[in-house]
Nanobody, 122 residues
Framework: QVQLVESGGGLVQAGASLRLSCAAS????????MGWFRQAPGKEREFVAT????????YYADSMKGRFTISRDNAKNTVYLQMNSLKPEDTAVYYC???????????????WGQGTQVTVSS
């Protein structure tokens, strides 16, 4: 069982940066790939980024590539999402998730956090 807790969301202006964190429980964190997803009101959950257990492999959604960076610190059982040049369309609840291998598909993830709200004003 893996428990995930996101933090770092908030209200920012367009162009600002935020760093989201996701702290995981357990001693096997490095064996899990981690993903970030987001969901805006009235929309489906959307893939943002994923990172392998070692951190050596990352994939991004095309719309986030170059603005968002996923990273992890296995010693701290934490995965991060650095978000730069935020836009109003980035407004959503951001979720972290865990599974054994990287994936872009939210239905393949086994464990989820409760989400953290990111609101970007214009």
């Amino acid at each position: 069982q893996v428990q995930l807790v996101e933090s770092g969301g908030g209200l920012v202006q367009a162009g600002a940066s935020l760093r989201l964190s996701c702290a995981a429980s357990g001693r096997t964190f490095s064996t899990y790939a981690m993903g970030w997803f987001r969901q805006a009101p009235g929309k489906e959950r959307e893939f943002v980024a994923t990172i392998s257990g070692s951190g050596g492999t990352q994939y991004y959604a095309d719309s986030m590539k170059g603005r968002f960076t996923i990273s992890r610190d296995n010693a701290k059982n934490t995965v991060y999402l650095q978000m730069n040049s935020l836009k109003p369309e980035d407004t959503a609840v951001y979720y972290c998730a865990a599974r054994r291998a990287v994936s872009r598909w939210y239905s393949e993830y086994d464990y989820w956090g409760q989400g953290t709200q990111v609101t970007v004003s214009s």
